[in-house]
Protein backbone atom coordinates (compact mmCIF):
# COMPACT_ATOMS: atom_id res chain seq x y z
CA UNK A 1 0.00 0.00 0.00
CA UNK A 2 1.17 3.32 -0.89
CA UNK A 3 1.33 6.37 1.86
CA UNK A 4 -0.65 9.09 1.38
CA UNK A 5 0.85 12.45 1.67
CA UNK A 6 -0.89 14.71 3.96
CA UNK A 7 -0.73 18.48 2.73
CA UNK A 8 1.27 20.60 5.06
CA UNK A 9 -0.04 23.73 5.91
CA UNK A 10 2.09 26.78 7.20
CA UNK A 11 0.66 28.15 10.51
CA UNK A 12 0.39 31.65 10.98
CA UNK A 13 3.90 32.06 13.12
CA UNK A 14 5.95 30.60 10.26
CA UNK A 15 4.23 32.99 7.34
CA UNK A 16 5.17 36.40 6.92
CA UNK A 17 3.08 39.41 9.24
CA UNK A 18 3.72 42.99 8.79
CA UNK A 19 3.20 45.13 11.42
CA UNK A 20 2.41 48.79 11.65
CA UNK A 21 4.87 49.48 14.82
CA UNK A 22 4.69 53.45 14.36
CA UNK A 23 0.44 52.92 14.77
CA UNK A 24 0.67 51.90 18.14
CA UNK A 25 3.39 54.89 18.94
CA UNK A 26 1.28 57.61 17.62
CA UNK A 27 -2.16 56.19 18.49
CA UNK A 28 -4.40 55.09 21.33
CA UNK A 29 -5.88 51.78 19.31
CA UNK A 30 -9.35 51.19 21.10
CA UNK A 31 -11.19 49.22 18.92
CA UNK A 32 -9.78 46.07 15.97
CA UNK A 33 -11.31 44.46 13.35
CA UNK A 34 -10.01 41.78 11.27
CA UNK A 35 -10.79 42.10 7.08
CA UNK A 36 -10.21 41.00 3.90
CA UNK A 37 -8.85 42.81 1.31
CA UNK A 38 -8.95 42.58 -2.42
CA UNK A 39 -5.95 42.44 -4.32
CA UNK A 40 -5.11 41.63 -7.52
CA UNK A 41 -2.22 38.41 -8.47
CA UNK A 42 0.89 40.93 -8.23
CA UNK A 43 -0.43 42.58 -5.04
CA UNK A 44 -0.29 39.24 -3.23
CA UNK A 45 3.10 37.82 -4.16
CA UNK A 46 4.64 40.93 -3.44
CA UNK A 47 2.64 40.67 -0.08
CA UNK A 48 4.16 36.90 0.28
CA UNK A 49 7.44 38.55 -0.37
CA UNK A 50 7.29 40.99 2.39
CA UNK A 51 7.65 43.63 0.31
CA UNK A 52 4.77 46.20 1.46
CA UNK A 53 4.33 48.90 3.73
CA UNK A 54 1.36 49.55 5.77
CA UNK A 55 2.62 52.43 7.66
CA UNK A 56 1.68 55.85 6.22
CA UNK A 57 -1.64 53.93 5.44
CA UNK A 58 -4.66 54.91 6.73
CA UNK A 59 -8.63 53.61 5.67
CA UNK A 60 -11.27 55.78 5.52
CA UNK A 61 -15.07 54.99 4.94
CA UNK A 62 -16.98 55.59 1.40
CA UNK A 63 -20.78 56.18 2.85
CA UNK A 64 -22.88 56.48 -0.41
CA UNK A 65 -21.25 52.63 -1.15
CA UNK A 66 -20.97 51.64 2.56
CA UNK A 67 -17.06 50.73 1.75
CA UNK A 68 -14.28 50.65 3.30
CA UNK A 69 -10.91 51.95 1.21
CA UNK A 70 -7.15 51.51 2.40
CA UNK A 71 -5.36 54.22 1.25
CA UNK A 72 -1.69 55.57 1.22
CA UNK A 73 -0.52 51.84 1.18
CA UNK A 74 2.11 50.89 -0.61
CA UNK A 75 2.59 47.11 -2.25
CA UNK A 76 5.64 47.14 -4.52
CA UNK A 77 5.69 46.04 -7.87
CA UNK A 78 6.18 42.41 -8.88
CA UNK A 79 9.11 41.76 -10.54
CA UNK A 80 8.34 38.90 -12.54
CA UNK A 81 4.65 39.79 -12.90
CA UNK A 82 5.25 41.21 -16.13
CA UNK A 83 2.65 43.22 -18.02
CA UNK A 84 0.43 42.64 -15.36
CA UNK A 85 1.51 44.72 -12.57
CA UNK A 86 -0.21 47.13 -10.50
CA UNK A 87 -0.25 50.76 -9.08
CA UNK A 88 2.15 50.57 -5.85
CA UNK A 89 0.14 53.15 -4.03
CA UNK A 90 -3.88 52.44 -5.44
CA UNK A 91 -6.93 52.76 -3.34
CA UNK A 92 -7.73 49.33 -2.01
CA UNK A 93 -11.29 47.97 -0.91
CA UNK A 94 -11.09 46.78 2.49
CA UNK A 95 -13.97 43.59 2.86
CA UNK A 96 -16.05 43.96 5.78
CA UNK A 97 -19.86 43.40 7.03
CA UNK A 98 -22.04 46.46 6.22
CA UNK A 99 -23.02 46.40 9.63
CA UNK A 100 -19.03 46.75 10.73
CA UNK A 101 -19.00 49.46 8.18
CA UNK A 102 -21.48 51.95 9.47
CA UNK A 103 -20.34 51.26 12.91
CA UNK A 104 -16.94 52.50 12.05
CA UNK A 105 -18.48 55.20 10.35
CA UNK A 106 -20.49 56.61 13.09
CA UNK A 107 -16.87 56.19 15.36
CA UNK A 108 -15.28 58.22 12.97
CA UNK A 109 -17.00 60.90 12.96
CA UNK A 110 -15.69 62.21 16.26
CA UNK A 111 -12.89 64.82 15.75
CA UNK A 112 -9.19 62.88 16.46
CA UNK A 113 -10.27 59.40 15.64
CA UNK A 114 -9.23 57.47 12.24
CA UNK A 115 -8.56 54.29 11.06
CA UNK A 116 -5.53 52.63 10.93
CA UNK A 117 -3.88 49.69 9.37
CA UNK A 118 -2.25 47.58 12.28
CA UNK A 119 -1.67 44.28 10.52
CA UNK A 120 -1.26 42.50 6.83
CA UNK A 121 -0.72 38.78 7.15
CA UNK A 122 -1.78 35.50 5.60
CA UNK A 123 -4.19 33.05 7.58
CA UNK A 124 -3.71 29.61 7.47
CA UNK A 125 -5.27 28.82 4.06
CA UNK A 126 -3.55 31.50 2.15
CA UNK A 127 -5.96 34.78 2.70
CA UNK A 128 -4.36 38.24 3.14
CA UNK A 129 -6.08 39.61 5.86
CA UNK A 130 -5.75 43.50 7.01
CA UNK A 131 -6.30 44.17 10.72
CA UNK A 132 -7.40 47.62 11.30
CA UNK A 133 -8.08 49.57 14.53
CA UNK A 134 -9.91 52.75 15.34
CA UNK A 135 -6.72 55.54 16.76
CA UNK A 136 -6.92 58.65 18.58
CA UNK A 137 -3.78 60.77 18.29
CA UNK A 138 -1.36 60.71 21.16
CA UNK A 139 0.33 63.97 21.88
CA UNK A 140 4.07 64.06 23.20
CA UNK A 141 3.85 63.66 26.97
CA UNK A 142 1.96 60.57 26.08
CA UNK A 143 4.45 59.23 23.94
CA UNK A 144 7.09 59.82 26.86
CA UNK A 145 5.08 58.13 29.44
CA UNK A 146 4.78 55.38 27.45
CA UNK A 147 8.27 55.32 26.88
CA UNK A 148 9.01 55.51 30.91
CA UNK A 149 6.79 52.78 31.49
CA UNK A 150 8.06 50.67 28.74
CA UNK A 151 11.92 51.22 30.20
CA UNK A 152 10.63 50.26 34.01
CA UNK A 153 9.39 47.38 33.04
CA UNK A 154 12.35 46.19 31.24
CA UNK A 155 14.44 46.88 33.84
CA UNK A 156 12.16 44.62 36.13
CA UNK A 157 12.48 41.83 33.90
CA UNK A 158 16.62 42.47 34.21
CA UNK A 159 16.70 42.61 37.90
CA UNK A 160 14.30 39.22 38.07
CA UNK A 161 15.79 37.61 35.79
CA UNK A 162 19.75 38.52 37.01
CA UNK A 163 18.22 37.29 41.05
CA UNK A 164 16.83 33.90 39.28
CA UNK A 165 20.50 33.40 38.36
Do not use: W
Not at 75 to 96: C, M, N
Not at 138 to 161: F, L, P, Q
Amino acid sequence: MAKKHKKKHKNESQTRRIVNRRAYHDYHISDKLECGISLQGSEVKSIRDGQASIAEGYATVDEKELLLKLVNCEISKYPHAGVHQHEPKRVRTLLAHKKQIKQLANKTREKGVTIVPLAMYFTSRGIVKIEIGLGRGKRAHDKRHDIKERDADRSIRRAMTKRHL
